[in-house]
């Protein structure tokens, strides 16, 4: 096992797409694992990308990554729960370049089922993003189909949070009413090349004049994925935002809260297989005919339950 550790530390990919396996699958091993290289993440700029189905993520991630390896930065890519797989091509518009990607020692690509047990994001989504940031990669870019509240949890996993948007779809806009423009650091009108895409950056502008004072206005930036274009306004709003978090002292808070909704998760999950461990079947049937025939209230019966392991 040090050697798969030893061998994650010395850059091997390979290493670190086994480590990803393990912790993916929740093994003892893979716990193992990642405590070992946790204290290594936490350096790259992770970004989420978010945004409704076929509004050009996994293209623009592409792009945005192409990008950075101009710049001679390396990118970790993460795609959680993706209708188009990133191995499909889906990565990029232009073929080359996507190609070009998947040879790239500085691109790691990696896919993962994005639903738990009990819906909702995977616990191990943290872990993996946690993991590909201790490789050393200086970005990592995980890009989530939204869905309301997945959104909202995965910008508490990323620092920056892109949202990506489409003109002329009209249920954007519907989307940001319901709040989740509060999670967006930079919007992207992506699909630019259609028309209605000033439209939308009106629109969007006038939501934002709508948000109250004291909120930071995301950066609104227009990208023609496929080709690449916006991708250097691009980065440099996600740049921004890092410098913004980093001047503002805000960092180590987005931190903290992100690694207290993780600790509370997961101690409410290991709580939760304890009493379901601890409680017979025939136990935990009786509670709960009891509370279907009115002879006790749920809050009772779960009380009982939380008693038999902390009493
Ligand atoms: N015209 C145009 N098409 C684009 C642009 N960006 C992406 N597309 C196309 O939109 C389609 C969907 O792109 P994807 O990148 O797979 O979108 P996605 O948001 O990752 O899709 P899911 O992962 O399935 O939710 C593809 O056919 C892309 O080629 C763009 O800027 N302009
Ligand atoms: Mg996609």
Do not use: C, W
């Amino acid at each position: 096992m040090e050697n798969i550790v030893e061998r994650f530390l010395g850059g091997d990919r390979r290493a670190l797409a086994r480590v990803i396996s393990r912790i993916e699958n929740e093994t003892p091993e893979g716990r193992e694992y990642l405590r070992e290289i946790y204290p290594r993440s936490g350096r790259a700029h992770t970004v989420g990308i978010t945004g409704s189905a076929g509004a050009g993520k996994s293209t623009l991630t592409g792009a945005l990554a192409a990008e950075l390896r101009r710049r001679e930065k390396t990118v970790g890519i993460i795609g959680v729960d993706p209708s188009s797989p990133f191995t499909h091509g889906a990565i990029l518009g232009d073929r080359i370049r996507m190609q070009d990607l998947a040879l790239d020692p500085g691109v790691f690509v990696r896919s993962m089922a994005g639903r738990g047990a009990l819906g909702g994001l995977a616990p191990a989504i943290n872990d993996v993003v946690a993991t590909v940031e201790a490789f050393g990669f200086d970005y990592v870019l995980v890009e989530t189909v939204g869905a309301g509240q997945d959104e909202v949890e995965i910008a508490g996993t990323t620092m920056t949070t892109v949202l990506v948007n489409n003109p002329g779809t009209g249920d954007d806009i519907q989307a940001m009413k319901a709040g989740i423009l509060e999670i967006a650091d930079v919007l992207v009108v992506n699909k630019a090349d259609h028309p209605g895409a000033d439209t939308l950056v009106s629109q969007l502008q006038g939501l934002l004049n709508l948000s109250p004072k004291d909120m930071r206005r995301p950066a609104i930036v227009k990208t023609v994925s496929t080709r690449g274009e916006g991708m250097d306004e691009l980065i440099d709003a996600v740049a921004d935002h890092r410098n913004y978090l980093e001047t503002e002292g805000l960092l180590e808070g987005h931190r903290a809260k992100n690694a207290r909704h993780q600790v509370l998760s997961i101690a409410r999950a290991i709580l939760l297989q304890r009493i379901q461990a601890s409680t017979p079947d025939e136990q935990l049937d009786e509670l709960v005919r009891r509370v279907g025939q009115r002879e006790l209230d749920p809050h009772s019966a779960a009380e009982e339950l939380a008693n038999i392991v902390s009493g």
